[in-house]
Antibody, heavy 114, light 109 residues
Framework: QVQLVQSGAEVKKPGASVKVSCKAS????????ISWVRQAPGQGLEWMGW????????NYAQKLQGRVTMTTDTSTSTAYMELRSLRSDDTAVYYCARDSGVNWGQGTLVTVSS | DIQMTQSPSSLSASVGDRVTITCQAS??????LNWYQQKPGKAPKLLIY???NLETGVPSRFSGSGSGTDFTFTISSLQPEDIATYYC???????????FGQGTKLEIK
């Protein structure tokens, strides 16, 4: 069955960077894209961007342009999301999802605090 | 960018009630709309795809309808396990992007 397994929780200081991984299994990794979605505490879902696992093409949410980078490693069927210059309002659970959201990872809590 | 307006933001209903949530897109999105259920501490779960198609394994009391700009999600007979927050989501393929409604928190009366 399709599984997306994400890396563990992170605590970062303001200004630092975080890199979250998402390891896929149960399907042909390069046949689908990966979306990244985050959810601040008590808030709704916010789309961050998408990456093609086939050719690495990306499309980022405008508000995160310049701070976010999404990559994939097809040899390990793993997608990565790096967010830089972290602020307190980046504190959220970060999810990866296959394409538009048929399957989701379990989420990774990123806490930004001094 | 396409904006999704979902209502109501919260809803209280009794077991057995029919529950309806609406979602309006700021422009025509055809049927490129999904509905998700999210329980506390869990990832969203796809219930309805392409506006009206029931995802495999999802109970038939869940349904969706609509196209263009106006969409409806219905639970025909509310069950206690349906307590959750529900989101509509629009998706584009060129370029790939998603947009979520604000969510509807469903509670038992």
């Amino acid at each position: 069955q399709v599984q997306l397994v994400q890396s563990g929780a992170e605590v970062k200081k303001p200004g630092a960077s975080v890199k979250v991984s998402c390891k896929a299994s149960g399907y042909t990794f390069t046949s689908y894209g990966i979306s990244w979605v985050r959810q601040a505490p008590g808030q709704g879902l916010e789309w961050m961007g998408w990456i093609s696992a086939y050719n690495g093409n990306t499309n980022y949410a405008q508000k995160l342009q310049g701070r976010v980078t999404m990559t994939t490693d097809t040899s390990t069927s793993t997608a990565y999301m790096e967010l830089r210059s972290l602020r307190s309002d980046d504190t959220a659970v970060y999810y990866c999802a296959r394409d538009s959201g048929v399957n989701w990872g379990q989420g990774t809590l990123v806490t930004v605090s001094s | 960018d396409i904006q999704m307006t979902q209502s109501p933001s919260s809803l209280s209903a009794s077991v057995g009630d029919r529950v309806t949530i609406t979602c309006q897109a700021s422009q025509d999105i055809s049927n490129y709309l999904n509905w998700y259920q999210q329980k506390p501490g869990k990832a969203p779960k796809l219930l309805i795809y392409d506006a009206s198609n029931l995802e495999t394994g999802v109970p038939s009391r869940f349904s969706g309808s609509g196209s263009g700009t106006d969409f409806t999600f219905t639970i025909s007979s509310l069950q206690p396990e349906d307590i959750a927050t529900y989101y509509c989501q629009q998706y584009d393929n060129l370029p790939p992007r998603l947009a979520f409604g604000q969510g509807t928190k469903l509670e038992i009366k």
